[in-house]
C-alpha cells in the first residue's frame, strides 16, 4: 500500500520533499492501522460494487469497508453477501485493501466459505 500512488511520479516529486513510501501488511498492526487514513464504507448492495472498490481506489482511497450491517436492509441481506463474495473474488490480485463489515460471525464464515 502507498499513499498517493494514483499520482504520476513528476507529481509526487513536486508535492513531497521525502516521497511516500510502500507500507506492507508485515510491517506491524501499528503501522499498517496508522497508514489507512481515512476509510470509505459502502453498502453491499451496490450492484457495481467491484467497479466502485476499483474506481476508488485509482483516486487514491487506501481502505475501503463493504457494509453488511446496518447499511443493508434485512431483505436485501442474502443478495448483499452473494454480492460481497462474487466482489471480493473478483478483486483477487488487486491491490484494494478491503475489509468486511459483517453482521455476525456466522456471516463471515459464509462470505469466506464462497472465496
Known amino acids: 500500500m502507498q499513499h498517493f500512488r494514483h499520482l504520476d511520479a513528476d507529481t509526487r516529486e513536486r508535492m513531497f520533499f521525502l516521497q511516500p513510501e510502500d507500507i506492507a501488511v508485515s510491517d506491524g498492526n501499528n503501522v499498517v492501522a496508522t497508514a489507512l487514513g481515512a476509510t470509505l464504507y459502502i453498502p453491499a448492495t451496490r450492484s457495481d460494487l ?3 472498490v476499483h474506481k476508488r481506489t485509482d483516486e487514491g482511497v487506501r481502505s ?3 457494509d453488511l450491517e446496518d447499511a443493508v436492509a434485512d431483505h436485501d441481506l442474502q443478495y448483499a453477501v452473494e454480492n460481497t ?3 471480493l473474488n473478483e478483486l483477487s490480485g ?3 485493501l478491503v475489509f468486511v463489515r459483517a453482521r455476525t460471525a456466522q456471516q463471515i464464515r459464509t462470505v469466506c466459505a464462497g472465496l
Do not use: H
Open 94 to 96: 488487486s491491490n484494494a
Open 85 to 87: 463474495i462474487r466482489t
Open 50 to 52: 467491484t467497479a466502485t
Open 64 to 66: 475501503i469497508v463493504i
